[in-house]
């Protein structure tokens, strides 16, 4: 009834001015004696409040309107509103990690938590949402703040009241893992990327003696802790610290354990509780089960917890399509990587560029026991552009246009195996039902995934409306594709 009459009044006073949805799922706050829905319009995220004795707890309304039975106001759905919320349903602030395994979801366009999260609450796993990196905001024009109101409107739209989580993905400096904080994420994954020397790590022996004698007293009490030593771990696994082993770990990783504890100790004085996690796979070369065990115990031995870990395995982890390389080596090198990670303890281990690495998830799962964690993110975005392609080909065609007049620039920050030459300059080829087809070809596929910043700067608005009146396609699309990638890790 109350939902009836607040669809009439703001259809009959124009109030958004344009197409908008009313969802039905009613919220109570007693304290208020009010119930509020769901809107949302092309422009923005609205909470529609209908008190029948008292004003609402919101701010700056943009419209009310007084009746017999009570107030009817519309308020917008931003950071001031949220937090008014957290207050009555304490389940839209993100928590960390809990025993389960855990799974990240990007949400690169801010409009998908909803269907991400009818998914994973399928499967024993605990759900990341909000999350994004630096280099995403960037593209996409969104603050972390945006992110994390995305993923709580998500949690409303679709009715969970489960933990979850918020991370702010790949942080380099402190700038960004100061915005996070003060939103209040829970998770912070630190890129090591700019601080670790790989060139330490492929120098001949010869040259890394001969900066020790500019080693720091520190550093050589490290050395002499570590090397000559043999540490025998299960499975089979056994850790070699010679010279030739140490130094290159001693140059390489010091200055960026150094920036982990720093960054720690930040967020320490601020937060009583949070998880971090360690980046170390956005380097060329693979991580080695010393690199892993050096960086892990000496993090350890400052104090520094840390809730997950993320190596470079072995082969290839391009964005949007599945692992490349051989399965056996990835499966072998998992399997000692698990091996050093349970002989530190208190940390899982982390997959990042996982989406559609189909092939390996039941081997991650089994190794792991369970014990890791997950990261997607543009997989969502791919069925986004899939759902565009099927309904609006114009669209889809100039979207393409895009993708490949800026691959070269979008690839600088991405690792492919491929180049420009490699995609059709345009997709005339094709008829308009068989656009849906290109999703199959995995160089296409990874030219759009990676343009999404690009697309979005020429056709975003076009995007988003589409994405609106398409919401039940477009759910259905990312539902499913969250689906496939978690029967994998929990076959049934």
Same mark, same amino acid.
């Given at each position: 009834?109350?939902?009836?009459?607040?669809?009439?009044?703001?259809?009959?006073?124009? $109030?958004?001015?344009?197409?908008f949805r009313l969802y039905e799922?009613?919220?109570?706050?007693?304290d208020f004696a009010s119930t509020f829905f769901l809107a949302k319009s092309q422009s923005g995220l609205y909470l529609v409040v209908w008190?029948?004795?008292?004003?609402?707890?919101?701010?700056?309304?943009?419209?009310?309107?007084?009746?017999?039975?009570?107030?009817?106001?519309?308020? *917008? /759905?931003?950071?001031?509103?949220?937090?008014?919320? +957290?207050? /009555?349903?304490?389940?839209?602030?993100?928590?960390?990690?809990?025993?389960?395994?855990?799974?990240?979801?990007?949400?690169?366009?801010?409009?998908?938590?909803?269907?991400?999260?009818? &998914?994973?609450?399928? @499967? *024993?796993? @605990?759900?990341?949402?909000?999350q994004q990196s630096p280099r995403e905001l960037e593209r996409t024009h969104r603050t972390f703040q945006d992110v994390l109101l995305g993923a709580a409107w998500g949690i409303l739209e679709s009715g969970y009241q489960g933990p979850f989580g918020a991370d702010a993905d790949h942080i380099k400096d402190e700038v960004f893992l100061r915005e996070a904080r003060d939103c209040g994420f829970t998770m912070y994954t630190l890129d090591l990327s700019e601080k670790v020397d790989f060139s330490c790590l492929t120098s001949d022996l010869e040259n890394l003696r001969a900066r020790f004698p500019q080693t720091t007293p520190r550093e050589r009490e490290i050395f002499k802790k570590y090397v000559g030593k043999r540490i025998r771990l299960g499975k089979g696994v056994t850790l070699e610290f010679s010279e030739e082993k140490l130094l290159p770990l001693l140059y390489a990783y010091l200055?960026?354990?150094?920036?982990?504890?720093?960054?720690?100790?930040?967020?320490?004085?601020?937060?009583?509780?949070?998880?971090?996690?360690?980046?170390?796979?956005?380097?060329? $070369?693979?991580?080695?089960?010393?690199?892993?065990?050096? $960086?892990?115990?000496?993090?350890?031995?400052?104090?520094?917890?840390?809730?997950?870990?993320?190596?470079?395995?072995?082969?290839? @982890?391009?964005?949007?399509?599945?692992?490349?390389?051989s399965v056996e080596e990835f499966t072998l090198a998992l399997r000692s990587h698990v091996a050093v990670q349970r002989s530190i303890g208190g940390y899982r281990l982390s997959l990042h560029s996982g989406s559609d690495k189909l092939s390996i998830y039941p081997i991650l799962a089994e190794e792991t026991g369970g014990l890791f964690h997950v990261k997607t993110s543009g997989t969502s975005w791919l069925q986004a552009l899939a759902a565009v392609a099927e309904e609006n080909?114009?669209?889809?065609?100039?979207?393409? +246009?895009? &993708?490949?007049?800026?691959?070269?620039?979008?690839?600088?920050?991405?690792?492919?195996?491929?180049?420009?030459?490699?995609? *059709?300059?345009?997709?005339?080829?094709?008829?308009?039902?068989?656009?849906? +087809?290109?999703?199959?070809?995995?160089?296409?596929?990874?030219?759009?995934?990676? &343009?999404?910043?690009?697309?979005?700067?020429?056709?975003?608005?076009?995007?988003?409306?589409?994405? @609106?009146?398409?919401?039940?396609?477009?759910?259905?699309?990312?539902?499913?594709?969250?689906?496939?990638?978690? $029967?994998?890790?929990?076959?049934?």
């Open positions: 009834m109350i939902w009836e009459k607040i669809q009439k009044i703001v259809q009959d006073h124009g $109030v958004f001015g344009e197409s799922r009613a919220y109570e706050i007693s008190s029948k004795e008292s004003d609402a707890p919101f701010e700056k309304p943009h419209f009310v309107h007084y009746d017999a039975e009570g107030t009817y106001a519309v308020y *917008p /759905f931003n950071l001031v509103n949220y937090r008014v919320l +957290t207050k /009555f349903f304490p389940y839209l602030r993100p928590t960390t990690f809990d025993a389960r395994p855990s799974f990240g979801c990007g949400d690169r366009l801010g409009m998908v938590s909803a269907a991400q999260i009818t &998914a994973l609450q399928k @499967f *024993p796993i @605990f759900p990341v949402l909000a200055p960026a354990l150094d920036q982990v504890e720093r960054f720690w100790c930040f967020l320490k004085d601020s937060l009583s509780n949070f998880d971090l996690e360690i980046s170390l796979d956005e380097g060329p $070369v693979v991580t080695t089960l010393e690199a892993h065990f050096f $960086v892990a115990q000496e993090l350890h031995e400052r104090g520094v917890d840390f809730q997950s870990l993320a190596p470079r395995f072995p082969g290839v @982890f391009e964005k949007g399509v599945d692992y490349k390389g080909p114009e669209l889809f065609r100039k979207i393409y +246009t895009v &993708a490949f007049d800026s691959f070269e620039e979008n690839a600088r920050a991405y690792s492919l195996s491929f180049t420009r030459d490699n995609l *059709p300059p345009d997709l005339g080829h094709l008829s308009d039902d068989l656009l849906s +087809t290109v999703f199959e070809n995995e160089k296409i596929r990874q030219a759009l995934h990676i &343009a999404y910043g690009k697309v979005l700067d020429a056709f975003g608005r076009e995007l988003r409306d589409f994405l @609106f009146f398409h919401e039940e396609k477009h759910y259905q699309k990312v539902q499913k594709n969250v689906e496939r990638h978690l $029967v994998l890790l929990f076959p049934r």
